[in-house]
């Protein structure tokens, strides 16, 4: 129950192009929904997260989408760019526990 | 100013030995993590820390001891080191109640 799976494990997209990264979840008690950037040799670092009394974030380039009733949640990276590729990792945070579990990662690279 | 900071980057040690790496942050917080990311990039918690408090304790072999002095240290002490510890191992913090964790960059640990 306290998994989060992460599709797919890679991705290669074209620059320009659009990246998504999909997440499930199962645990309800899960009240906050971060993602995650990680480039090699550094640590995971913040890049958008959203509550699930929204359906939508976008920031800047990057969206994210959240399904309640089904448990999901997506990143989408609009005009992926070289310098997007890293590994991304989505999250689920029971804020109450004070517990961040993330999912696989998604390994990510944009071709010039 | 660094946020997170973790020492030693780099730990290359021999089996059988006793080792610890350490933690600290700057950035107010009350709530301390340790993550361990396998070869494969999964992050997987393995404590937290709440004001010195231990309020998580997933199944980690008891050679694993985490220590902290005040809420803005946590160090990690391993001992007896075996092949299948090495890995990198993260330090995050966060605030109770708040939901963004901020992470180090990371201890490599390699076992020989």
């Known amino acids: 129950q306290q998994q989060v799976k992460q599709s797919p494990q890679s991705l290669i997209v074209q620059k320009g192009g659009i990246s998504i990264i999909n997440c499930a979840y199962e645990?309800?008690?899960?009240?906050?929904f971060p993602w995650y950037q990680q480039f090699p040799g550094k640590g995971p670092a913040l890049l958008i997260a959203i509550r699930p009394d929204v359906s939508e974030k976008k920031e800047g380039r990057f969206t994210i989408s959240f399904n309640k009733s089904a448990k999901q949640f997506s990143l989408h990276i609009m005009d992926s760019q070289p310098g997007d590729s890293a590994t991304y990792f989505c999250?689920?945070?029971?804020?109450?526990?004070?517990?961040?579990?993330f999912g696989t990662g998604t390994r990510l690279l944009v071709s010039p | 100013d660094t946020a997170v900071s973790q020492t030693p980057k780099y730990l290359v040690t021999q089996m059988g030995n006793d080792k610890s790496i350490k933690c600290e942050q700057n950035l107010g917080h009350d709530t301390m993590y340790w993550y361990k990311q396998d070869s494969k990039k999964f992050l997987k918690i393995m404590f937290s820390y709440n004001n010195k408090e231990l309020i998580i304790n997933e199944t980690v072999p008891n050679r694993f001891s985490p220590k902290s002095p005040d809420k803005a240290h946590l160090n990690l002490h391993i001992n007896s080191l075996e092949l299948g510890d090495s890995a990198v191992y993260f330090c995050?913090?966060?605030?109770?109640?708040?939901?963004?964790?901020?992470f180090g960059q990371g201890t490599r640990l390699t076992v020989v």
């Open positions: 995050a913090s966060s605030l109770r109640g708040e939901s963004e964790a901020f």
């Open positions: 999250a689920a945070v029971d804020t109450g526990f004070q517990k961040l579990v």
């Open positions: 645990n309800t008690a899960f009240d906050y």
